[in-house]
């Protein structure tokens, strides 16, 4: 989607930074104008999301209680953070399509060939560079698991060759008239692809969750090289929708309000506001150790469910895991278990420990004696 050259005024960037600061610069007076608004969306939205999480986790934990009401604008800001680093993870490699965009008079980006048949060539060639990371990452992950022994060169190799691959197609499908060195374009390119690896890399390991049950490595790797698509496919469209709003020059303004509208759609969605409710919920109140043992002061008979016997010297649970923490209670989850949950006082816990590393060699051999 390389921009033609043009004979057009291109303004400096130093007129077209003053327009857009000016434009945000009036976005964020709106929240000074509406601090009712705002401080009801610091309990709605958080409150919205905590609630999915606690139904969907079965936490027996009030959403009016003090410490939750007291924390729900933290839970907010933390969301909104996550939501756009999540953003600009998805878009940091489209970096290398703004190189060759075209800055116009009334500060709107042009990235796009104005011809309709140059587009969709571009497009198309586009797609298939966000697309080869991905896809190399992903057969060589899936050949690993199909010929075990040669993942300790197939995954730096398959990371290389994405990584190069992308450098290659930045080079052929980018602005040719451009002032920065080589050396700079292929650094910037390289960091490109190795973050496009880098979603990537996250959603495989989704698409191997929810699909846990799929045994054919063709068929995997068909999952995969799909989900790679859809992924190109969505960050292309960001770049035409991004395109789009900085019509008119507004593009700071729209960007504000569009974030606005992201983060409130995200809350009140019970799938994403839900799982990123929890994620924050949870890490925090377990220092973000995914899983952690607990000292336990008093008697352990108390915590009977929990409580590691097989440890008659100290006052141990099993691993666990935290799904919610408030000033008096943990409430955690034995690791490997789904069910209930359990409520720990605060004041009863004399310290963390973390889970130790899992020997995966012998944890298959003691599998193999007990059958």
């Given amino acids: 989607m390389t921009a033609e050259p043009e004979n057009k005024h291109v303004p400096s960037k130093d007129a077209v930074s003053r327009l857009w ?10 929240s000074e104008r509406h601090p009712a608004k705002l401080a009801a969306a610091a309990i709605v939205l958080p409150s919205l999301s905590l609630t999915y999480y606690l139904q969907a986790e079965r ?3 009030s959403i009016l209680s003090s410490d939750v009401i007291s924390g729900l604008p933290s839970l907010l800001v933390i969301i909104s953070a996550i939501t756009v680093a999540l953003f600009a993870l998805a878009l940091t490699p489209l970096m290398v399509m703004f190189e060759g965009a075209v800055t116009e008079e009334d500060g709107s980006i042009r990235v796009s060939a104005l011809s309709t048949k140059q587009r ?9 560079a966000l697309i080869l990371p991905g ?3 992903a057969a060589a992950l899936v050949l690993s698991a199909r010929y075990p022994g040669h993942d300790k060169w197939a995954i730096p190799l398959s990371i290389a060759l ?3 691959a992308f450098v290659a197609a930045s080079f052929l499908l980018g602005r040719k008239e451009t002032k920065r060195h080589w050396f700079e374009r292929a650094w910037y390119a390289a960091a490109s692809g190795y973050v496009q690896m880098l ?3 996250l959603v495989i390991q989704r698409m191997v969750t929810w699909f846990p049950d799929i045994e054919s490595f063709w068929l995997m790797f068909i999952l995969l090289f799909v989900s790679m698509v859809a992924v190109g496919a969505a960050q292309l469209c960001a770049v035409l929708l991004i395109e789009n709003i900085s019509k008119d020059g507004m593009i700071a303004a729209r960007a504000f309000y569009a974030s606005l509208a992201i983060i409130v759609a995200i809350c009140i969605v019970p799938v994403t506001g839900g799982w990123l409710a929890g994620h924050v919920v949870s890490s925090s109140g377990s220092g973000g150790m995914k899983c952690f043992r607990l000292a336990i002061t008093g008697d352990k008979s108390d915590f009977s469910k929990v409580i590691d016997w097989s440890d008659r010297g100290q006052k ?6 935290m799904r919610a923490a408030t000033s008096s209670m943990y409430y955690v989850r034995l690791k490997d278990e789904v069910g209930e949950i359990s409520t720990i006082p605060t004041d009863r816990v004399a310290g963390f420990l973390e889970c130790p590393a899992v020997n995966k060699a012998a944890a298959k051999a003691a599998t193999l004696d007990r059958s």
């Fill in 21 to 30: 600061l000016q434009q945000l610069s009036h976005a964020l007076s709106w």
């Fill in 59 to 61: 936490i027996p934990l």
């Fill in 120 to 128: 969709v060539r571009n497009t198309k060639r586009w797609l298939i």
């Fill in 135 to 137: 896809a190399i990452l």
């Fill in 162 to 164: 994405g990584a190069a």
């Fill in 199 to 201: 979603l990537a890399l």
């Fill in 316 to 321: 141990i649970t099993k691993p666990l895991r």
